[in-house]
Nanobody, 120 residues
Framework: QVQVTESGGGLVQAGGSLRLSCTVS????????WGWFRQAPGKEREFVAA????????TYAESVKGRFTISRDNAKSTVYLQMNNLKPEDTAVYYC?????????????WGQGTQVTVSS
């Protein structure tokens, strides 16, 4: 069974940066493509970014393109999300998950998430 643990969230001012980490256990990281999702209060969970193999295979939601960077380290079984120039609308709980298909559908490997709060 795949288990994920997200970390790195916190409170930051608008314009600041955070790096989220997702540590994976149960299966080798290289077995899957990986994605980050987020859920703001009162809203549905939404796709943020995904990566298949390397930087050339990354894709992003329009709302974060140019500000967020997803990466993976198979040796460390960790997926990262570097978030720069954060905005108040980025406030949400962030989750990582294995994904499949051209629409980056998530598997059912949800962790507890990590809270990101951006103050204006």
């Amino acid at each position: 069974q795949v288990q994920v643990t997200e970390s790195g969230g916190g409170l930051v001012q608008a314009g600041g940066s955070l790096r989220l980490s997702c540590t994976v256990s149960g299966r080798p990281l290289r077995s899957y493509a990986w994605g980050w999702f987020r859920q703001a209060p009162g809203k549905e969970r939404e796709f943020v970014a995904a990566i298949k193999w390397g930087a050339d295979s990354a894709t992003y939601a329009e709302s974060v393109k140019g500000r967020f960077t997803i990466s993976r380290d198979n040796a460390k079984s960790t997926v990262y999300l570097q978030m720069n120039n954060l905005k108040p609308e980025d406030t949400a709980v962030y989750y990582c998950n294995a994904v499949w298909g051209s629409d980056y559908n998530p598997y059912d490997y949800w962790g507890q998430g990590t809270q990101v709060t951006v103050s204006s």
